[in-house]
């Protein structure tokens, strides 16, 4: 008879979900912040890619405080998510929406992150996994800062560029 799938493998297959998924949006975020034409946007992708590494770091940490090897599996939500912003990024190159759109695409994956690290944060709570509760509930604070840093620059001018055109 198969092993009964617990809370706690519910929890190790999504951590190494969001494994990869973190470590996939490491490599897209350079390929972002090239695109984008505000300087404002280029340094909001280059600040993520420094705070994501971290989160790579946290992860493999989380993976230690439960006894498991840091590996990913594949995640599907992020692959479509990062295409669209590489879709954003071709269909809009030189055009004034640009930098509005790789902000939407940007929050798309915040939103993906904030989702994952609060269920991991709940999850690890339940568990018992003091420390990786910790790691997880830093990092979700952080995602959901960068989403509303992220929020206020396209309110602030990249929305009202695209606008003005």
Known sequence: MPQAKTLETLFHET???????????LKALPKMAKGATTPELKAAFEKHRDETEVHVERL???????????RGKTCEAIEGIIAEGEEILEDFKGQPA???GL??????VE???????GTLARWAKE?????????????LG????????????AERSLNQSALAA
Do not use: C, M, N
Not at 15 to 25: F, G, H, V
Not at 60 to 70: C, H, L, S
Not at 127 to 139: E, I, P, R
Not at 144 to 151: F, I, K, V
């Open 15 to 25: 951590l190494k979900d969001i494994y990869y998924a973190e470590r996939k949006i």
């Open 60 to 70: 493999q940490g989380v993976f230690e405080a439960i006894g498991k090897p840091a």
């Open 98 to 100: 640009l930098d509005a």
């Open 103 to 108: 902000a939407s695409a940007a929050q798309a």
């Open 111 to 117: 939103h993906y992150e904030i989702a994952r690290y």
């Open 127 to 139: 568990l018992g996994y003091t420390d990786a509760h910790k790691l997880l509930v830093a990092t």
């Open 142 to 153: 952080e995602e959901e800062a960068t989403d509303e840093a992220l929020s206020a620059l």
